[in-house]
């Protein structure tokens, strides 16, 4: 057994939705750490420019960029068009990772906030994933599926103690969601699986919070600090590895223990 190759994701072909900032950006310098080539997007073309040049200057992988608003089911189609003429041959991996946090009560949360919040962090990745299915399909075999991976949060398994009625709401349909779609893509020899990350580093979690409340977070965390960059690039790694093959339907928690607390 060659625990080396096991484990590589050497010149497999990603995307990452969201992938220049926060946890999306995390996920796309593991895996070009790695030696993948990964396509990174989201609407802002100077982020993921910026982005695609420090990534791929790290190397060994590459990272390029695609602009794209994927709520826009056009302008989904002709992203896959794209990658389609770059990756002729299919595409290994999705990640589903685009999202949005909005922190407000009941009484102020606005409809449209609401609504604009599950369509990005839920059914864009049911967008995207039908999308893409031909693209996977085409380097899919038994022994070595493609994989989707949707990317989740805590806040979709345990009520949070900061009120996110959309947020959180769209977070336990995606972990939904994604059951199903494992079930359904299996016959295609597709796997899929969501991560629910905890409290990471990144400025979407420093937005939403003052700075000390910010500052204090790792005290009520098991483990006593936040996540990293290693944390959620290695759980990608081996899910969409040989060596995580075998697992579709699943939650990842990644969490430093923050759901199991009292």
Sequence with gaps: MDIYSLFSVKDKAFVVTGGGTGIGRMMAEGLVSAGARVYITSRNEQVLKEASQSLTAQGPGKCDYIVCDITDPEQVQQLAHKLTELEPNGLHALINNSGKMHKSNYEDHSDDEFLSTLQLNMFTPFLVSKTFLPLLKRVATKECPARIINIASIAGTRVPAI????????????????????????????????????????????????????????????????????????????????????????????????????
């Excluded at 893509?185 to 003052?210: C, D, H, K, W």
């Excluded at 977070?217 to 690039?233: C, E, F, N, S, V």
């Design 163 to 262: 009120t996110y009625p959309a947020y959180m709401s769209s977070k336990a349909g995606l972990i939904h969601l994604t059951k199903d779609m494992a079930q359904k893509f299996a016959q295609y020899n597709i796997t899929v699986n969501s991560i629910s990350p905890g409290m990471f580093e990144s400025e979407l979690l420093r937005n939403i919070m003052n700075e000390g409340t910010y500052t204090n977070l790792p005290d009520i965390i098991p483990l006593r600090r936040l996540g990293a960059t290693r944390d959620i690039a290695t759980t990608v790694i081996f899910l969409t590895s040989d060596a995580g093959s075998y697992i579709t339907g699943a939650d990842v928690v990644v969490d430093g223990g923050a759901l199991n607390r009292p």
